[in-house]
């Protein structure tokens, strides 16, 4: 997304914590059991490595999930953003791994919502600029039929429009999203500094279809 002098490069800092673990509710005599996480993207972070396995999201691995999502737009994002979510959804239904539809998902279906938000630096971080966050929302239906889905969040941040808006950013928040975690090589798409990437490496295939129980 953001301009060159900013670093040329995006960055994941840490953990946005929003874990919301063990909250369960009754729905006829079904629990269910929400587990949610979301990741910033940012512009810095020290250290790589070339060649790194691509982790997975640990909420993402502990149940078994659908490869389709139906994706939708939040009302606010803007018609000349869309486009960029868009190109995301292209390089992973690419893969042949995961499969994205436009649309609303139904209740046993997966589901990622992309959204814009405006956020400026924080006091504490006053040198990074947050691009985007985005991360899986992993909800287990316990009872008679349980199952598993995934309503996942995927968005952009659009406080610094002198940096420009990068499709590379919206492919690194729908990793999170489909339950890919960060990645220490320079080649992988998760890697906290956007390099741009349109494409994910061997090692982000290899995990995604670890996660949806794809043999290669």
Known sequence: MWKR???LAIMVMGILGIVRLGESQNWNFTQVRVNRVMRQLETR???SQQQAATPVEKIAAEHP???IYYYHFAP???VNVRPIFEEAVTVYN???VVKLVAGHPRQKQNGVTFFTYHRGPSAEQPNFLELGEGGPEIRRYVGLGSYTINRARAGLNLEHPEA???ASVAVHE???AVGLDHSKSRLSVMYPYDQGHLHLSPADLKTLKVLYAQRS
């Open 76 to 78: 606010s994002v803007p």
């Open 164 to 166: 420009g808006i990068r």
């Open 65 to 67: 999930l659908q490869p």
């Open 5 to 7: 002098r900013l670093l």
């Open 45 to 47: 972070l020290p250290g």
């Open 94 to 96: 690419r893969t042949g």
């Open 174 to 176: 729908l990793g999170h």
